[in-house]
């Protein structure tokens, strides 16, 4: 979205010093930053006021700042929380975006979910959708400011760490379909029960137009309940719903081919993306753009061309043979499961699993840990633990340990890496990559 910081100084209740300037795009990374846009100063963990002359040298046009700084650049400097007036500059100008926009929700499987429905509906109409997983209260806005002008729908996922907060997240993008994916245990330790999960997600579906179209999944019983909570149309997809798959084949790589059914016809379908459970993302992405007027099988081309966030069951083949899958953005007993499937599917003499923690389970996490460390050895893969004991398998106690165990990897060698993000278990396969190249 392309607009002037004399704009933005009155969307966000601010005050422009330095002159006046358009930018087109939005970031809070320093590193990241792109000529001609706008850098906004986040106080987190480090103060991004600190990191704005840097943004500036890079090329931004402007900043979004809390208090006034010394750059020879324009500035739109607001009272209170950078974060804060971030969102209310996107909601403001929410109605200058794309008239469709699709939210997507769930425990498990959204960033697949988006970066799939952006394909399938990328093949019909101009789309724009969430970077990487960015799904909270910066991540929202930033989505819908860095929308091209020229967009015809935007796909936004949406996270929450507790009640309330889907809610808050829905009144800035104003949703006219909403997504979920699957009610599981994730956060728990946050939300405490799986109703209580359920609640949070289905704010969702409560926000929706009259007019608007709820997606859910058939066959979780908690999101099919969701129904009840919204005037707008339901379209189910999964086994019974409106949308399903059959004849469902992977191949070397683990990459699901099936035909579609349902009310709009049936076509082929192959995936770019690796894991049986993708079938049910891509069922739930054809679904968006069918409601959205895009043709099954023109959608169905599309997610031919689906691009996965980063670390989310990516496969990397190595030179000497082996098979690495990266899936280490993060983890839950949900997705945990659905990698060692994954990893169980692909044709290899050995079988390695490098996991770390799954963060926020609660009072359930150690026996989520250990039901994790079952399922491996029932299914012949060793796992091998980073400094998390509640596995119940020998535990290492940082990367180059865990580098180290797996030894010489080659033909007939295939690993999986996964772990919640804090774990930062992607080094792991850095090392591996490096190693596998010198």
């Not at 769930?106 to 969430?130: C, E, I, M, P, Q």
């Not at 860095?146 to 507790?162: K, Q, T």
């Not at 070397?252 to 076509?267: I, K, L, N």
Request: hydrophobic share 45%; glycine share 10%; net charge negative.
């Amino acid at each position: 979205m392309r607009m002037a910081m004399s704009q933005l100084s009155e969307v966000a209740a601010g005050r422009l010093i330095g002159g006046d300037a358009e930018f087109s795009g939005v970031t809070i990374d320093s590193r990241e930053v792109a000529a001609g846009e706008l850098f906004v100063a986040i106080d987190a963990e480090r103060d991004g006021h600190d990191f704005a002359p840097s943004a500036i040298d890079r090329g931004a046009a402007g900043c979004l700042v809390a208090r006034e700084l010394d750059i020879d650049a324009p500035m739109v400097v607001v009272d209170g929380d950078t974060g804060t007036a971030l969102t209310r500059a996107a909601t403001r100008l929410r109605s200058f975006g794309p008239e469709l926009v699709v939210g997507v929700t769930g425990s498990v499987g959204k960033t697949s979910v988006k970066d799939l429905a952006a394909a399938a509906l990328g093949a019909g109409l101009r789309t724009s959708a969430s970077d990487k997983s960015f799904n909270n209260e910066i991540g929202v806005p930033l989505t819908l400011l860095n929308a091209p002008d020229d967009a015809e729908a935007l796909v936004v996922e949406m996270g929450a760490r507790g009640p309330g907060q889907i809610a808050e997240l829905c009144a800035v993008a104003r949703p006219r379909i909403g997504v979920v994916t699957r009610v599981a245990a994730v956060h728990t330790e946050l939300f405490g029960d799986l109703d209580a999960v359920a609640a949070t997600k289905g704010e969702l579906i409560e926000s929706l137009p009259r007019d608007g179209i709820a997606v859910l999944n058939a066959a979780d019983d908690r999101v099919r309940a969701m129904a009840s909570r919204t005037e707008a149309k339901v379209v189910l997809f999964g086994e019974g719903g409106d949308i399903q798959a059959r004849d469902i084949e992977l191949d070397e790589q683990v990459r699901p081919s099936f035909e579609v059914v349902g009310e709009w016809g049936r076509t082929k379908v192959a995936l770019p993306v690796s894991g049986a459970h993708q079938v049910q993302n891509a069922l739930a992405a054809l679904a968006v753009a069918c409601c959205a007027g895009v043709p099954l099988d023109v959608g169905a081309a599309g997610l031919a061309n689906a691009v996965a966030s980063p670390m989310r069951m990516a496969v990397h083949h190595l030179d000497s043979g082996a098979t690495v899958i990266d899936d280490s953005y993060n983890a839950n007993p949900t997705s945990m499961e659905a990698g060692l499937r994954a990893l169980g599917a692909l044709n290899a003499e050995r079988r390695t699993a490098v996991v770390g923690t799954m963060a926020e389970l609660g009072p359930d996490a150690e026996r989520a840990h250990r039901e994790i460390a079952l399922s491996a050895e029932a299914a012949g893969i060793e796992l091998i633990a980073v400094d998390e004991p509640s596995y119940g398998v020998e535990s290492v106690s940082d990367i180059s340990s865990a580098v180290e165990r797996l030894g010489t990897l080659g033909r007939g060698d295939a690993v999986l890496v996964k772990a919640s993000r804090s774990a930062g278990l992607d080094r792991v396969v850095t090392s591996l990559l490096a190693a596998d190249s010198t």
